[in-house]
C-alpha cells in the first residue's frame, strides 16, 4: 500500500509499502501539509530507486553512514560529509572531489588536501561501489614536492631516552622505534597486551584496525619494566599524541638532538630494516603495513655504491681481481 502519514504526539510519521518494500519513519514535523510532501518525496525516491537502481537516488551522507557502520576510520569524515551533504552521489565527479579538498583547505598544501580531502570523499563512495550501490571513482591527486625525511636511528633514540626525564616517555620512544608502530595505536596499548615472558605485545585491534602480535627486542622489554607504578590500564599515560608532544620537544632539545616527529621513529623502523637488506613483505608485516610496495615505495631508497654494477661481470676472476686492487 501506498505512504500514508499519521499523527504519533505532535509529530507526522509516515508507513507503507512501496516496491515491495516496508517503510516506516518520522517527518520530524507537526505540520500536515509539509508531512504530506516528506512523504511524497519518499515514495518518489524509493520507486526510483526500485527503478532506476540504487546509484539514482543514493546521496553522500547515506554512503557516509554505511561506510561509518561498516567500522572503517572516521578521521577526517566530518568535514568532508559537512562539504557534501545530500549530494546526489551520481552528481560528483574526480574534478568536483578535487575542487572541494582546495575549498576545504585553501591555505594547505597538496598532500594535506590528497589526505584530508580526496582520499576520505573517494574512500566513501568507492565502499558503496563495493556493494553495487554506485560506480567506482578514481581522483587523481594534487602533486606533491616529496622532501627527504631524516629517520630515527637507535643512536637518537638512546640519547633521547637518556633525557627523557621519565621513564614513561623514554619507553614511548623505545616502543614505537623498536615495533615501527603509529602514535594513536601505541598509546592504546595496555598492559594486558605485554607478556613478558613471551617478549612481545599485541597492538591493535581497535575499530577500523587488524590486531597484530609485535615482537619485543630486550632494549623494549627493559624500557616497559623501568616504568613505575601497578600494572593495570593503559601503558603509556599520554592521553593524547598533543599530550606528549611538549614533553617529547623537550627530551629532544636537553639531548642536543634534532626534533624528529612521532612518525619518524616509525619511518626509522622501516628505514634500518630495509637497508640491512630484510625483505618488504617482512618489513611490512613487522611493523603493520598492508602493502609491503607502500613500506617499498615510501622508506626505500638507493644505499648501493655507484659500482654496484660491477656484479654483472661477476667471475670468480674478476672478484679475486678486485679485492687484490681493494687492498693495494
Known amino acids: 500500500m501506498p505512504l500514508k502519514i499519521y499523527k504519533r504526539g505532535a509529530i507526522w510519521h509516515y508507513r507503507g509499502t512501496v516496491a ?166 601505541t598509546l592504546a596499548v595496555t598492559w594486558d597486551d605485554v607478556d613478558f615472558k613471551a617478549g612481545t605485545v599485541r597492538i591493535g585491534g581497535t575499530k577500523g584496525s587488524d590486531e597484530r602480535l609485535a615482537h619485543m627486542p630486550p632494549e623494549l622489554i627493559a624500557a616497559l619494566a623501568n616504568i613505575p607504578g601497578e600494572r593495570t590500564g593503559r601503558v603509556f599515560v599520554f592521553k593524547s599524541r598533543g599530550n606528549a608532544k611538549t614533553q617529547w620537544a623537550g627530551a629532544c632539545r636537553r639531548a642536543g638532538i634534532k626534533f624528529l616527529s612521532y612518525h619518524r621513529c616509525r619511518h626509522g623502523f622501516a628505514s634500518v630494516l630495509l637497508d640491512r637488506g630484510v625483505s618488504p613483505i617482512t618489513v611490512a608485516d613487522r611493523g603493520g603495513w598492508k602493502d609491503p610496495r607502500h613500506v617499498f615505495q615510501t622508506y626505500g631508497h638507493d644505499i648501493a655504491p655507484r659500482d654496484v654494477t660491477d656484479v654483472l661481470t661477476d667471475t670468480p676472476a674478476t672478484q679475486t681481481e678486485r679485492k687484490r686492487n681493494a687492498v693495494n
Open 20 to 185: 515491495g518494500r516496508l517503510l516506516r519513519g518520522s517527518t520530524r514535523t507537526a505540520s500536515k501539509e509539509i508531512a504530506q510532501r516528506i512523504c511524497a518525496e519518499q515514495e518518489a525516491r524509493h520507486w526510483k530507486g526500485h527503478l532506476d537502481g540504487p546509484a539514482s537516488v543514493l546521496t553522500f551522507a547515506q554512503a557516509a553512514m554505511l561506510y561509518r557502520a561498516a567500522g572503517k576510520s572516521d578521521r577526517f569524515l566530518r568535514p568532508v560529509e559537512d562539504y557534501w551533504k545530500d549530494t546526489p552521489v551520481k552528481a560528483i565527479n574526480a574534478g568536483a572531489i578535487r575542487q572541494s579538498a582546495i575549498e576545504l583547505y585553501p591555505t594547505a598544501g597538496p598532500a594535506t588536501r590528497n589526505r584530508q580531502g580526496i582520499v576520505p570523499a573517494q574512500a566513501i563512495i568507492n565502499h558503496s561501489a563495493d556493494q553495487e550501490l554506485c560506480p567506482h571513482i578514481r581522483v587523481k591527486r594534487f602533486h606533491v614536492v616529496k622532501k627527504a625525511k631524516v629517520p630515527v636511528t637507535w643512536e637518537w633514540v638512546q640519547a633521547f631516552m637518556a633525557h627523557a626525564g621519565t621513564p614513561g616517555l623514554a619507553a614511548l620512544c623505545c616502543f614505537m622505534y623498536l615495533t615501527g608502530e603509529r602514535i594513536t595505536r
